[in-house]
């Protein structure tokens, strides 16, 4: 064989387009091949990110579910300080109550006589809180009276009328408490301002 022979491949056309073909069929290969692995490795990054976005969304309704069941919790103890429990009510109601009773709030009283307490101590012009409100008169009166140079007798009035008035005035705070209970006797600022002037 010779050396400086040209190659048999340029001799005749079918081997030139055979040298060709086998030349460029690997090339267009490599170029393919590399098409198809840009496919598949964006494929796998959507893939990847479908995985991640399905988590994401799983999460987020985890989230949301405890979020609305903290929302729930916090308007059942809303509805139970309140009194407007749904459950209490309906309770109260399979107990033999009549429906038409108002809503009370929790630990209020249910006796014999506790509903109409209750009617006289709210009544703002009922007996009761007449009683009070000429109480609460008179004690700024005997306050008003005390000064640095009083008679002993007049002292010795005001000591007693002092007694007398704070006896009222706590009274007034128990029958209320007993009747409204604690939730509505100081669910109300002016029995809270009371209630405070009382204890001082």
């Not at 598949?40 to 985890?62: D, F, H, M, P, W």
């Not at 989230?63 to 009194?83: R, T, Y």
């Not at 109601?93 to 009617?119: A, N, V």
Request: aromatic residues 10%; hydrophobic residues 40%.
């Amino acid at each position: 064989m010779r050396l400086d022979r040209e190659p048999s491949c340029f001799t005749s056309s079918s081997s030139c387009l055979n040298y060709l073909l086998l030349n460029f069929f690997p090339a267009i290969m490599t170029s393919k091949l590399e098409e198809v692995e840009e496919k598949i490795a964006k494929e796998s990054i959507s893939a990847e990110q479908r995985e991640r976005n399905r988590y994401v969304t799983q999460l987020q309704g985890i989230i949301n579910a405890f979020d609305q069941a903290e929302a729930e919790d916090q308007q059942e103890i809303a509805d139970i300080v309140s009194g407007k429990d749904k459950k209490m009510r309906k309770l109260k109601d399979s107990s033999g109550s009549s429906s038409d009773q108002k809503d009370l709030p929790p630990f209020t009283p249910q006796c014999i006589g506790c509903e109409e307490m209750r009617e006289v101590v709210t009544n703002e012009l009922g007996t009761f809180s007449k009683f009070i409100y000429l109480s609460i008169i008179a004690n700024i009166i005997f306050i008003a009276l005390d000064g640095h140079d009083i008679s002993e007798g007049t002292e010795q009035l005001l000591w007693i009328a002092n007694i007398i008035f704070t006896c009222i005035f706590s009274i007034e705070a128990l029958v209320k408490n007993l009747t409204l209970g604690p939730y509505g006797y100081f669910g109300d600022s002016y029995n809270v301002f009371d209630f405070i002037l009382v204890i001082i």
